[in-house]
């Protein structure tokens, strides 16, 4: 009989405690046997040298305990908004969610970003106010702000006192009901603790409601395999070791997946990583063997209802060795850090032998550069970060190559110089504007008998290599940023047996989908951000000339009491110049919440990207 078992996420704004209260968990639990301090850098989950130094989260850290005959993966993440791609990994395997808010701080701009994350997701969530033993701590007023900012739909599970003091508590009003752990299930209420997690205060109420208002599962283990690689680390022996969330099926050391053979396997199970022989349904395993293991893989049938997507970098930086003699010993330590975190995007310029990662902000950028320098013995230099655009095309566009013949390219009978295709191979795809955040999506508009399956063995796989290609293709467009909200369509294929291979294909994608966007034409666009700010009223006319300087239209602000919010679209590129203002502007009582809200078309000569991956 397998044994129940609760994957839980731990989210949180920096600083609002959670690897506090994962350790008094874990303590409570058992597991440990004295509670660890950030500040001291001794905690469970923040093992890496550079967490325990910034006392902040970087990676995401499984530990596992037992309660009421389930066994709790208890997943710590990320708080700082640089990080939100190690939270979205995290994300894709949870089967529920604590989420801690300070009782002082209340709800911060990374809190309704995980919110609405989670909401969308309909993971059961629970809440948690920590700090109500600190100065300043007013849950009453956390609760409005719970209900203005993230979601009316919560349920108070008690309440505090002596707030402020070491001595603060938590008193539970009772025992759930049925119906409130059935809406909490799933998801669609929300209960409320309050608690310090640095004095242990409400914490044992907020852990016995895990197993009686979160949804634990024994998962089916004699379901089709179905498993998610959501982290990947190396180990000392530079091994690829795959964090993996398996929802059905079973994994067995020896089994042989398509990313290679499994050749162990460490369960988390009762505080530790214990060595198996296999992992079932519903369990979080490390596993090795995995060469060609990549985070977000499935193992065996993927799943439609675990997706999602943060907005993507928007700045990047061109990094150089401080000696130039470990040029090629910083591209393997990047890259393996890309293997890491796959929106760490490495780009190689090799007419200017430069390197170009891509980034969320500042703090991620010096975490790379100290990870060079303690892990790898590097020393980086990054210059000034700038800010990463897109290509969109601007219309449609078709172009085909016949094999070992000399064709006009361009099929739409317009006028264009011949060319003489290399290849064994015929090729013809159409290129064309899809609606905004649709990504690339690539279709097969032709016989199948045309089709070269005789190499590719499937339908399926010759499709998921043509998409590969062709998304190879257009991550550098006209201007050399990566094109997307694009629809590309296969509407001619050849080939010549036995001769053809999958190379053949692989080369002449980019000829012909290059020429097709050529003809589409691009425009470059640039990121947007939506930025709330908080100010008081008396500096409103301050803040709004200096957004209209930054070039936001700026609607009238929302008064309430002394305080404005204005509420605006902005450039990302201008978003740190507004930072750096709101301070002087607002006497320091500015408060700035952002987030991506797309790209917008630039307003004159496109800036262009030095193209050479």
Not at 276 to 283: I, L, S
Not at 310 to 330: I, K, M
Request: hydrophobic letters at 40%; aromatic letters at 6%.
């Amino acid at each position: 009989m397998l044994r129940k078992t609760l994957n839980l996420g731990i989210l949180a704004h920096v600083d609002a405690g959670k690897t506090t209260l994962t350790e008094r968990l874990l303590y409570a639990a058992g597991v440990i046997d004295d509670v660890g301090s950030v500040d001291k850098g001794t905690t469970q989950t923040d093992s890496l040298a550079l967490e325990q130094q910034r006392g902040i989260t970087i990676k995401s850290a499984v530990v596992s305990f037992p309660i009421d005959g389930v066994t709790v993966n208890l997943i710590d993440t990320p708080g700082h908004p640089d990080f939100i791609a190690e939270v979205e990994r995290v994300l894709s395997v949870l089967d529920g969610c604590v989420v801690v808010l300070s009782a002082v701080e209340g709800v911060q701009p990374q809190t309704r970003i995980l919110m609405r994350a989670l909401q969308r997701l309909d993971v059961p969530t629970l809440l948690f106010v920590n700090k109500i033993d600190r100065v300043g701590a007013d849950p009453e007023r956390v609760l409005d702000e719970i209900e203005q900012r993230l979601t009316p739909a919560i349920v108070p599970m008690g309440s505090a006192a002596a707030l402020g003091t070491r001595s603060a508590s938590f008193s539970p009003f009772g025992p759930a009901d049925d119906e409130l752990a059935e809406s909490a299930r799933v998801g669609e209420l929300h209960p409320v603790f309050f608690g310090s997690a640095l004095t242990g205060a409400g914490v044992k109420d907020v852990m016995d409601a895990f197993a009686r208002l979160l949804p634990a599962r024994a998962g089916d283990g004699d379901g089709p395999l179905s498993a998610r690689v959501f982290k990947i680390e190396r180990g000392s022996a530079g091994d690829r070791i795959a964090y993996t969330r398996v929802f059905s099926g079973t994994v067995k050391v020896r089994d042989r997946l398509d990313a290679g053979k499994v050749t162990a396997i460490r369960v988390f199970a009762d505080g530790d990583a214990v060595q198996r022989d296999e992992v079932h349904a519903g369990e979080i395993a490390k596993l090795w063997g995995l060469a060609e293991i990549q985070i977000g893989d499935w193992l065996g049938e993927p799943r439609s209802d675990v997706e999602h997507h943060f907005a993507p970098p928007t700045l990047e930086s061109v990094v150089a060795p401080a000696d130039p003699a470990d040029g090629q010993r910083l591209r393997v330590a990047l890259a393996q850090l890309a293997e890491q975190d796959p929106l760490i995007d490495v780009r190689q310029d090799d007419a200017r032998s430069e390197i170009s990662v891509s980034l969320y902000g500042e703090v991620q950028r010096e975490v790379i550069e100290a990870t060079l320098a303690d892990e790898y013995g590097i020393g980086a230099e990054f210059r000034e970060t700038t800010v990463i655009h897109v290509e969109r095309p601007s219309g449609v566009g078709e172009a085909l190559e016949v094999l070992y013949a000399k064709t006009k390219s361009n099929v739409t009978g317009k006028s264009s110089p011949e060319s003489s295709n290399p290849f064994p191979a015929t090729l013809a795809l159409r290129i064309e504007p899809a609606g905004a955040g649709s990504g690339v999506e690539f279709r097969v508009d032709v016989d199948v008998r045309l089709l070269p399956l005789y190499i590719y063995k499937r339908l399926d796989a010759f499709v998921d290599h043509m998409s590969q290609y062709v998304h190879e293709t257009l991550q550098e467009g006209l201007f050399g940023w990566q094109v997307i909200d694009c629809v590309v369509t296969l509407t001619d294929c050849g080939y010549r047996a036995p001769g053809t291979t999958a190379g053949d294909f692989h080369k002449l994608t980019p000829v012909v989908l290059g020429r097709a966007l050529t003809q589409a034409r691009t425009v470059v666009c640039e990121p947007m951000v939506r930025v709330v700010v908080e100010v008081p009223a008396v500096s409103t006319g301050g803040v709004v000339a200096a957004l209209a300087r930054l070039g936001a239209v700026v609607q009238a602000p929302a008064l309430d009491d002394e305080l404005a919010v204005i509420d605006t679209v902005l450039s990302a590129k201008e978003l740190r110049e507004l930072q750096r203002q709101l301070s002087g502007l607002t006497g320091g009582e500015g408060v700035l919440e952002s987030e991506f809200a797309g790209y917008r078309p630039v307003a004159g000569d496109p800036p262009i990207r030095r193209i050479g991956r």
